[in-house]
């Protein structure tokens, strides 16, 4: 059996007035992130772990930000296609391990609902899906809550070909 490691890491300003997608759910939030999508970072980092995992390339090549297409796009289809380009090549997602990093709101009491979306995109249980939260101690861009970044690790693999 083949196995890879695939490293993901996003990151987006967030405005005023704007609505706030992370992991699949929107969020009460006075802020939100801006971006060419919906400008959820983590299903962004998750795909770029998943792709990267699987040498298929980054998200903005397969989903430009260039592409109109793509503007205003819920994220949760990203994480389908890729899931679906991994399938195709023979990948099966293990399991994820993802870290966003922000001042607010608070995202412990959302981290459930946020697995129960995410698991059906990616074929896999909620049990293979690790989100965890954390600030920025008000350092930086995070600190100053100008930015939302979010990392993820993913674990593919793939049986021995005969």
């Known amino acids: 059996m083949k196995i890879r490691v695939g490293m993901g890491f996003d990151v987006h300003q967030l405005e005023e007035g704007r609505d706030f997608w992370l992991g699949g759910?929107?969020?009460?939030?006075a802020k939100g992130a801006v971006g060419h999508s919906d400008a959820d970072v983590l299903i962004h980092a998750l795909c770029d772990a998943l792709l990267g995992a699987a040498n298929l390339r980054d998200i903005g090549f397969h989903f430009s930000n260039k592409d109109e297409r793509w503007r205003g796009k819920d994220s949760k289809f990203f994480l389908q296609e890729v899931t679906r380009l991994l399938a195709e090549k023979g990948w099966k997602i293990e399991n994820a391990d993802c870290t966003l990093c922000l001042?607010?709101?608070?995202?412990?009491?959302?981290?459930?609902?946020?697995?129960?979306?995410?698991?059906p995109l990616m074929n896999v249980t909620e049990e293979e899906i690790s989100i965890k939260a954390t600030t920025n101690e008000t350092l930086g861009y995070v600190g100053r809550e100008e930015g939302v970044n979010a990392y993820a690790v993913a674990l593919i693999s793939k049986p021995d070909a005969l």
């Not at 759910?25 to 939030?29: D, F, P, R």
């Not at 001042?103 to 698991?119: D, G, Q, S, T, W």
Request: net charge positive.
């Open 103 to 119: 001042e607010n709101p608070k995202i412990n009491p959302h981290i459930p609902e946020m697995k129960r979306v995410l698991a």
């Open 25 to 29: 759910i929107k969020l009460e939030s």
